[in-house]
């Protein structure tokens, strides 16, 4: 009778994009459909998370792309976090000057052979503040809109997020902020995981956002390492490899908050096995309306997107 219920509710329910795949879908896949559709109904959010930001939509990892994303409605500004030669939390993906994206203080582009000789992590926080990472746009975006921005600390983009937040009298929105960590990269291109982590909680600490943020890696040690500074600290296992759920749950010694895979690497198994361990799972970078369609409808609990305007539309239409 349960099953019945569950196919006659999507059957007559409003959400026709629901309605037209019901016929091709298995009865646990409508549960998890349905689970989704109770939860907008109670005013459970779907996380919403915008990648570096608004990627899509304007320089990544800049305080223009976290006002962008606040602006579209995200629930979670997501970001990537490395340490400057002075120990300063910067919020930047790669550890060096991109050359598809930045520019030289003298304004000239920094080219593909000498990018990787830029390290953040041997320079000051003043000195990468000199490089313009936004006038040139991004060839893999052409909806971005250039903008002269530099790399900014950790520390002025949570303050500036908190201060757009009051000034429209919005919710304050939550961070996903990962630890770019990696063995070889040790002493390299970053401190110790350890150091690591303590610098970016301290920053945490001191903006009053623990309560509000996620820190996420593909490196175990460092959510070990976080794990070690603050048990209570919610934490991201993020998956890029395809050797499967309980392979890469043996790799940590507890069990995190959320599970963020590849969003390839995501269907109803993993969704319901994740959920068994409660954890959430949120996957990665889902660009496609029709993906995030079809994701959402396995039951996952958020998405991360370059294009968060686009994912605010398929959620408009499904709740």
């Not at 002075?86 to 930047?92: A, G, L």
């Not at 370059?306 to 499904?318: C, E, G, I, Q, T």
């Amino acid at each position: 009778m349960f099953r019945l219920a569950l196919i006659t509710f999507l059957l007559f329910s409003g959400c026709s994009s629901l309605n037209q795949r019901v016929q091709n879908v298995d009865i646990d896949t409508l549960e998890s459909e349905t689970t989704m559709l109770s939860n907008f109904i109670h005013g459970m959010p779907f996380d919403l998370q915008g990648h570096r930001g608004a990627r899509g939509l304007a320089p990544e990892n800049t305080i223009p792309a976290f006002i962008k994303a606040l602006e579209i409605g995200v629930t979670t500004l997501e970001m990537d976090a490395v340490i400057s030669k002075d120990q300063v939390v910067i919020v930047s993906h790669e550890p060096w000057m991109n050359s598809a994206i930045c520019s030289h203080p003298d304004g000239s582009p920094v080219s593909k052979e000498e990018e990787k000789g830029l390290r953040l992590y041997e320079m000051t926080a003043a000195e990468i503040a000199l490089f313009d990472c936004g006038s040139r746009g991004n060839p893999t975006f052409p909806q971005q809109i250039p903008t002269a921005v530099s790399k900014p600390t950790l520390h002025s983009v949570l303050e500036a997020v908190d201060s757009w937040s009051a000034a429209h009298e919005g919710a304050k929105p939550r961070f996903n902020i990962e630890i770019k960590s990696s063995p070889d990269g040790d002493g390299i291109l970053h401190p110790s995981v350890s150091t690591y982590a303590e610098l970016l909680y301290k920053v945490l600490q001191e903006n009053d956002v623990l309560d509000r943020t996620s820190v996420q890696s593909f490196d175990e040690r460092a959510l070990v390492a976080m794990r070690q500074i603050d048990p209570s600290v919610s934490l991201v296992w993020l998956i890029s490899n395809d050797e499967g759920f309980e392979a890469n749950m043996a790799k940590l010694p507890f069990i995190p908050s959320v599970y963020s895979p590849n969003h390839n690497l995501v269907d109803a198994d993993l969704v319901r096995k994740a959920h068994e361990m409660n954890m959430h799972v949120i996957p990665w970078t889902v660009n496609e309306m029709d993906r995030m369609r079809f994701l959402m409808g396995l039951g996952i609990d958020g998405l991360i997107t370059d294009y968060p305007d686009r994912a605010k539309d398929v959620l408009s239409h499904m709740n």
